[in-house]
């Protein structure tokens, strides 16, 4: 008997052995499918004669912009819109095409998009340990005509590659780009306050290359502020503002800002132009625009920006030297500055933030303030709520203090090439001007 049913399991073995591995009739073997993935994504790469001009969002930044060549040895060349010299000098480096667990575009050694993640801040200003929040694996999602889509492993951003022409390939390659972005920028430098308008009703366009976003600003009746950001990144003939989704302007969904012939033009989703021109003077002041554009006045460790007077330039330094010299009882490597509105509330908190690990962390000292403001001159006077408290900064935190509560003061506006500040310029204290970030 035992041995009747040992022949009856060597049958049934054989026979389970010889069947073949089932297959997805619809969809085929998973395992070619993958193989056929690969082999398309890396031929596709390297076959597209001009190369690609390329797209990407970060977590903690805005949009970039990039041109790519693809080399069949797993190399390639890369120039990008971080700054001038990664916009005309072609990068090399590796990528591979693998599967992880689908089929996968890893930028595997140092190059312009690896840069965005580098934990350094002295390598392009992203946070500590974080660097701008980019993706260097990214899975292939689709082709569509001669763009193909791509998604971050990490912080699922989109990496968007669109086949170049010839003429873009040889403008990439011989300092176009530089040329395009400079152009661009100039015409905001030139242009202090640009907008776009639809019937009757202004927008006020910014452009924020710290950030990389692009803004649209309004006011609707009874001077309320109505603003919207979104992440761009440039191109050979302006910018995309819909690399992650469009800029909204009221009900315009605008995608890209543009060159045509010597008017730069912003384009909408239905393919609508609006001309960006130019008014004499600002749209909207910039304390309308403080709680609800922008959440506070900013400034990193050491930063001395442009159009501080000699007396508000002392009394940032009374701050930021401070917390090297001791005069706080310890001794830090890093802090920085903020002004926090909290415009429901009429309030302002002043922070400061004291470090040890190069501002990777620390300690906050906040002193708040209840503040009024004259809506015609923008002008405002703050009165303390409740002193310093947390931290260890109180004690070279004092100066600026003093002139916030005795002071009024008023907010302009500060254009430097192709960024945008925002001046604290003292009334009672006229000798006291002082330039922040605004964020």
Not at 62 to 78: A, H, P, S, T, V
Not at 337 to 354: C, D, E, M, P, T
Request: proline content about 3%; overall charge neutral.
């Amino acid at each position: 008997m035992k041995k009747i049913f040992y022949l009856m399991f060597l049958v049934l073995l054989a026979f389970s052995c010889s069947k073949p591995r089932e297959v997805d009739q619809l969809f085929g073997d998973p395992d070619k499918r993958v193989a056929d993935t690969l082999a398309y994504v890396k031929s596709t790469l390297v076959k597209a004669p001009f190369g690609w001009k390329a797209y990407l969002s970060t977590e903690y930044s805005g949009g970039y912009g990039f041109y790519i060549q693809f080399q069949e040895n797993d190399r390639l060349k890369m120039i990008a819109d971080l700054d001038q010299e990664t916009s005309s000098e072609l990068k090399e480096s590796t990528y591979r095409i693998r599967q992880i667990m689908y089929a996968t575009l890893s930028f595997d050694t140092y190059n312009y998009i690896t840069m965005l993640q580098d934990p350094n801040p002295d390598v392009y200003g992203g946070q500590p340990g974080k660097g701008m929040g980019s993706d260097v694996e990214f899975d292939y999602i689709k082709t569509h005509a001669d763009t193909l889509f791509f998604e971050g492993r990490k912080f699922k951003k989109s990496l968007v590659l669109i086949k170049a022409k010839e003429s873009e390939a040889k403008a990439y390659s011989s300092k176009g780009y530089t040329q395009a972005i400079e152009k661009f920028n100039k015409f905001f430098t030139e242009n202090a306050n640009p907008y776009i308008e639809e019937n009757g009703q202004k927008y006020q366009i910014t452009i924020n290359n710290d950030s990389k976003e692009t803004g649209a600003t309004t006011i609707l009746p009874g001077n309320k502020v109505e603003s919207s950001t979104a992440k761009f990144c440039y191109t050979l003939d302006g910018i995309i503002c819909n690399v992650e989704s469009p800029l909204k302007a009221g009900k315009i969904n605008l995608v890209k800002i543009s060159w045509e012939s010597d008017k730069l033009t912003a384009i909408d989703s239905i393919g609508r132009k609006f001309e960006v021109k130019n008014s004499a003077q600002p749209l909207i002041p910039l304390h309308l625009l403080m709680g609800t554009k922008y959440a506070k006045l900013y400034l990193p460790f050491n930063t001395l920006l442009p159009e501080n007077s000699p007396k508000g330039t002392e009394i940032l330094n009374r701050y930021f030297k401070g917390l090297g010299s001791g005069a706080t009882g310890y001794v830090f490597n890093c802090g920085d500055i903020s002004l926090v509105w909290n415009l429901a509330n009429k309030r302002i908190s002043f922070v400061g933030l004291a470090s040890q690990n190069n501002c990777g962390s620390g300690w906050s000292t906040t002193i708040v303030y209840d503040y009024t403001i004259d809506d015609a001159s923008g002008v405002l006077k703050l009165i303390k709520r409740s002193g310093a408290s947390g931290g260890y900064s109180a004690k070279i935190m004092d100066q600026l203090d003093d002139f916030l509560l005795n002071s009024s003061f008023k907010l302009e506006y500060v254009i430097d090439g192709k960024n945008l500040y925002a001046k604290i310029v003292g009334i009672d204290r006229p000798d006291v001007a002082m330039t922040f970030t605004l964020q």
